[in-house]
Structures are given as C-alpha cells and as structure tokens.
C-alpha cells in the first residue's frame, strides 16, 4: 500500500489516489493549482456537480461507497482499490497463511513454530521471513468491504503510522482492523465502514501488524 504522511487524512489520501489515476487514464486538466485531475470529466461520468467532483479531486470531500463503485467502474479499478489502496498481488515468495490466535502473535517462539508449521501459503513480492503472515477472512466481521475467504497480509515487523491500516488487539476484546489515526499523542481506530466514528484506544493495546495487502494467490 502506498505509503501515507501521518498529517494526511483519509479524504485526502483519497483525492490523492483519485487524481492521479484519472490522469493516468487521460483526463488532464489544464487549469493550474488544481489537483491535475479533469474534474469537468468525473462531473460528466457520474452526473453530479462541478463543484462536487472538484471536492473529490481535491480530497476536500469523500464519496460514499456507491459513488466510489461508480467511480471506480468508471476508470475501471477496484472499489477497493480506490477507496483504501488495497491491491490483489501476485508474488513469488511464501508466506504462511495462519488461524488467528493472539498467542501465537505475541509470543516469538510460538509465532516461529506456527511459521514453520503452517501448510497453506501464499506468494508475494516480499522476502519470505516470519515477519509476514496472512490471515483469511472467515467473516465480514472487520471489513464490510472483504469477502468471506479473503487472505490478508500483515507485516508484524512495521510500525503502523497514521492513516495506515493495522491489526490490533486491545485488552479483553477480539482483534480489530482498521484505520489509526494519530492525534497528539493519542491514537484512535476507526473501522472501515466509514459510519463508524474514530474511538480512542486503551494505552495497553497491541499493535499485532500493518497492512500490507489483499486477496493473495496461494501457492502451489
């Protein structure tokens, strides 16, 4: 996932990632000290507003999740993609693909054991080291926007900043992902369905593992 500055929020890193792919795919503006984004271009695809698609573009607004499918069907790119930079990769390293237990990720000599033992992996373009590991999804129970069966990757060795998608496990609760957010010195989490409003986290919550992508290939 592309990296993200800690000050940048997620409307932001948004309109980053719209802007850019809609110049990519062609649609240029010419007018200076705009996002360089056609903004004119997104107005027309989806029927809205000049001054709506010029928030998009800039990050000074975020779509729903219809409008980001619709967007997204447009330039012809993930939903997902779009909205949280997640990306389908193709690799040649394994990874192991192991069950959630909080035991296993906390202890080192647990979490080497259960690396060497796992049967399924994945392949990525990583160097294949205990740091990764992949968790599939046997719910929607953290991400409305991942299927049943979705493999996600984690690095357990990168510090996850603001706006990064992490892993954690907080004191007496089940494992959360999520958006961080950092402020002063506190961090929040906010799930990704965005009507969930951001919560500050207990200071003892662990940071099990940062993002790093999605529905991975196994490997054969």
Not at 44 to 64: E, F, K, Q
Not at 88 to 104: M, R, S
Request: proline content about 6%.
């Amino acid at each position: 996932m592309k990296k993200t500055h800690p000050q940048k929020g997620h409307k932001q890193i948004f309109g980053e990632r719209l802007a850019d792919i809609m110049q990519k795919k062609g649609y240029v503006s010419k007018r200076s000290g705009t996002s360089g984004a056609d903004a004119a271009a997104l107005r027309d695809a989806l029927n809205i507003s000049y001054s709506m698609a010029h928030r998009y573009v800039n990050g000074d607004a975020l779509p729903d999740k219809e409008m980001i499918a619709a967007i997204a069907n447009w330039l012809e790119v993930e939903p997902s993609w779009l909205e949280y930079g997640l990306e389908t990769t193709q690799a040649i390293y394994p990874v192991p693909i192991l069950k959630w237990d909080a035991n296993i990720f906390l202890d080192n000599k647990a979490w080497q054991k259960a690396y060497e033992d796992a049967e399924q992996h994945v392949r990525l373009h990583v160097p294949a080291k205990p740091d990764y590991f992949a968790l599939v999804l046997e719910d929607n129970a953290w991400a409305p926007m991942f299927k049943k069966g979705t493999r996600v990757m984690f690095d357990r060795g990168q510090k996850p900043e603001s706006d990064d998608l992490a892993l954690i496990l907080e004191p007496g609760k089940s494992p959360t992902f999520g958006i961080l957010i950092k402020r002063l010195d506190r961090f929040y989490i906010r799930g990704l369905e965005e009507k969930i409003a951001p919560r500050e986290l207990d200071p003892k919550t662990l940071l099990i593992g940062k993002f790093i992508t999605a529905d991975l290939m196994i490997s054969t």
